[in-house]
T-cell receptor
Framework: EDQVTQSPEALRLQEGESSSLNCSYT??????LFWYRQDPGKGPEFLFT???AGEEKEKERLKATLTKKESFLHITAPKPEDSATYLC????????????FGKGTTLSVSS | DSGVTQTPKHLITATGQRVTLRCSPRSGDLSVYWYQQSLDQGLQFLIQYYNGEERAKGNILERFSAQQFPDLHSELNLSSLELGDSALYFC?????????????FGSGTRLTVV
């Protein structure tokens, strides 16, 4: 069964304290891995798509990497406005177009 | 504004009732997806439509149904509502049937069943 597990469930950081979020996946043929950001009461906002092991994408203080079994979202020198829930999702070749989401990591950054 | 419009934003209804949630996709997008988000389950895929036709089905209950109309807007119908159906319901859209480039989500409908 295709599955996505994110860790930790919650992460508290001080402003400027870099860290990484983990997304482990099991999928029968990976078509793509996606990272989304979700603010409370809002819909997920697309951040990155990764397609193959070794690929990296960057956007401001965020950098996503992909291996054959997991993805990391690295947050460098976070600011309070980076506080949100970060969701990882995979799309399998055989599953049509549905994205399978993990339960997310809730990040809190304090000043 | 993501370009995906969902109405209503909030809905409170009693058990046993039926409700309809509406979604207008982003201009030019042909695929519409429905997801349910609860605190313990996270985002769960319900169903996908592409240009008016059902393309994929996830963990959608028999009490739930959906359709996509010729103008591409979609409706999710939830009937015989139970307390456990209380959740955020999101609609997302994408240009292609494949969706490999990612979806654009709406801001959701919060359903509370009392």
């Amino acid at each position: 069964e295709d599955q996505v597990t994110q860790s930790p469930e919650a992460l508290r950081l001080q402003e400027g304290e870099s860290s990484s979020l983990n997304c482990s996946y099991t999928v029968s043929g990976l078509r793509g891995l996606f990272w989304y950001r979700q603010d409370p009461g809002k819909g997920p906002e697309f951040l990155f798509t990764l397609y193959s092991a070794g690929e990296e994408k960057e956007k401001e203080r965020l950098k996503a990497t992909l291996t054959k079994k997991e993805s990391f979202l690295h947050i460098t020198a976070p600011k309070p406005e980076d506080s949100a829930t970060y969701l990882c999702a995979v799309q399998a070749n055989q599953a049509g177009t549905a994205l399978i989401f993990g339960k997310g990591t809730t990040l809190s950054v304090s000043s | 504004d993501s370009g995906v419009t969902q109405t209503p934003k909030h809905l409170i209804t009693a058990t046993g009732q039926r409700v309809t949630l509406r979604c207008s996709p982003r201009s030019g997008d042909l695929s519409v997806y429905w997801y349910q988000q609860s605190l313990d389950q996270g985002l769960q895929f319900l169903i996908q439509y592409y240009n008016g036709e059902e393309r994929a089905k996830g963990n959608i209950l028999e009490r739930f149904s959906a359709q996509q109309f010729p103008d591409l807007h979609s409706e999710l119908n939830l009937s015989s509502l139970e307390l456990g159906d209380s959740a955020l319901y999101f609609c997302a859209s994408s240009v292609a049937q494949g969706g490999g480039e990612g979806y654009t989500f709406g801001s959701g409908t919060r359903l509370t069943v009392v």
